[in-house]
Nanobody, 119 residues
């Protein structure tokens, strides 16, 4: 099984920056996509950014130009650099890992970390 441990969440003021980290452990062989999702109170969990094993990235329109996802292969860690934060970025951020293709796809989730942006 895959274990995902997140860190870096907290309280920042609008316009500030925050860097989230997600460390993967356990049976991580074959993981081909990792990413970040977020969920605000009363709303569904939405995609923030993903990165593939080939370093292809994908971002939600609302964070393009402000957030950057990256990976550290040696440390089995994925990062999310968040700049120019806005109050509407406030949410619980979840790390995600995906393994397999088609019908055999499996998803793993971290426990979530709170990001709060004050104005």
């Amino acid at each position: 099984q895959v274990r995902l441990v997140e860190s870096g969440g907290g309280l920042v003021q609008a316009g500030g920056s925050l860097r989230l980290s997600c460390a993967a452990s356990g049976f991580i062989s074959g993981i081909n996509v990792m990413g970040w999702y977020r969920q605000a109170p009363g709303k569904q969990r939405d995609l923030v950014a993903t990165i593939t094993s080939g370093d292809t990235t994908n971002y939600a329109d609302s964070v393009k130009g402000r957030f950057t996802i990256s990976r550290d292969i040696a440390k089995n860690t994925v990062h999310l650099q968040m700049n120019l934060l806005k109050p509407e970025d406030t949410a619980v951020y979840y790390c995600n890992a995906r393994r397999g293709v088609s019908r055999d796809v499996s998803n793993y989730w971290g426990q979530g970390t709170q990001v709060t942006v004050s104005s």
